[in-house]
């Protein structure tokens, strides 16, 4: 087809859709001028944007004299796309327009059975209901959805898009989470991809990183990982290993994921308090204050440990101090790799930077020989489904470029 009226044809309607994604709504002449095409050529081709509701017309522009000229604007509505992220606590999905705004964001719990082929089928009948339940709410049905971003908090194999290695508490469901079984799944284009590297994209996009030349985002929650960015493109590695920081081996020979976790950060703070700490009497629920420590200590969380540290608990501060160096050695064996300009911390852990920041900032200014600047995710919890909707949006336009190619 190279050469023929119709190609050009096609290679023009596209340049101009991508002067007026860039530039926002122009006139035809502006186009015209913005693109170097003629305004005969701009006229047909903005007809037949208009014929596939890429583009519309959006009324006058205030012109000081003449005619008023029809402005054009790039069409965001015309399809929309999904970003999901399947956490190990929780489902978030997020609805967005072709401009990558998101325009729906509802939370699930996440549900795990025994694993088994009925507890997959059951799963993905979950997914497609939450998803059924956000169409209804927002007016649409499936023809309007043109791809779905999946983040999954695992080893996606780039060649096959099999599950390698998942989270303990997903333990059992690689194969649900497939992209083979989630294709099959939902009636439209699937994009399943790390959770970690899908939010280190939408922070580069939209967040804390946008627009560093080399960044890590260090996620730590119920897992560890790391998203590594250079020049807005992510690492990914042998087999998609890249970031895997949770085998890293600390100086006790545990692997990282293990210290750093939620269930590693509880184990810290177990072993230091003991039965009668303030903190643990601000974790009890009901327990007599008399009862086995053990009862007592099966009651802390996280959340209460970083509460009880912003409220000057001395226990707590001190567990946080401890947890922040190993936090620390971490990045630094990160950083004397790789030397980014910028670490975001983020996840359920990590997202704590009021708490972690400034003790971790200390000990990199007192210790690290190569200092990145250390700052806490902008995005939050969003931060997956951002790259999630990020990633089915180029897909999108990829494929709308190539239908008008066909």
Known sequence: MAGTPQYIRNLNENLIMDALITQGTMSRADISRQTGLSKPTVSSAVEHLIDRNLVKETGRADNAQGRKATLIRF??????????????????IALSDLN??????????????????????????????????????NHLNWNQIQCIGFGIPGVVLPDSGRINR?????????????????????????????????AALGEYRTGAAAGCPLFVFFSIGTGT?????VHGQLLRGLGGLTGEIAE?????????????????????????????????????????????????????TPEMLF???????????EILKQYS??????????????????????????????????????????Q?????????????????????VQVAVQQTMLNLQKEAME
């Open 75 to 92: 069409n965001e509505t015309a399809y929309y796309v999904c970003g999901i992220d399947l956490g190990a606590t929780r489902i978030r």
């Open 100 to 137: 990558g705004e998101i325009i729906a964001y509802r939370t699930y719990p996440m549900i795990v059975q025994a694993a088994n082929d009925r507890a997959e089928a059951t799963m993905l009948e979950l997914l497609r209901s939450h998803m059924n339940a956000l169409l209804d709410e």
């Open 166 to 198: 998942i989270v303990d508490p997903l333990a059992g469901l690689e194969h649900a989470f497939s992209l083979e079984s989630l294709s099959g799944a939902f009636p439209c284009e699937v994009i399943l991809e790390n959770d970690v590297n899908l």
């Open 225 to 229: 990982g790391a998203g590594i960015m």
């Open 248 to 300: 890293m081996l600390m100086e006790d020979g545990r692997r990282l994921e293990e210290v750093l976790s939620a269930d590693g950060l509880m184990q810290l703070a177990k072993r230091y308090l003991n039965p009668h700490d303030e903190l643990l009497e601000v974790a009890d629920s009901g327990v007599d204050i008399n009862a086995d420590a053990n009862d007592l200590r099966r009651h802390l």
């Open 307 to 317: 509460e009880a540290a912003r409220s000057g608990e001395v226990e707590a501060l």
């Open 325 to 366: 160096q190993m936090i620390a050695s971490a990045l630094r064996q990160i950083s004397v790799v790789l030397a980014p300009n910028l670490i975001v911390l983020g996840g359920g852990i990590g997202g704590n930077g009021d708490v972690l920041l400034p003790l971790l900032r200390q000990i990199i200014s007192e």
């Open 368 to 388: 690290f020989p190569v200092q990145p600047e250390l700052i806490c995710s902008k995005l939050g919890e969003q931060a997956v489904v951002t790259g999630a």
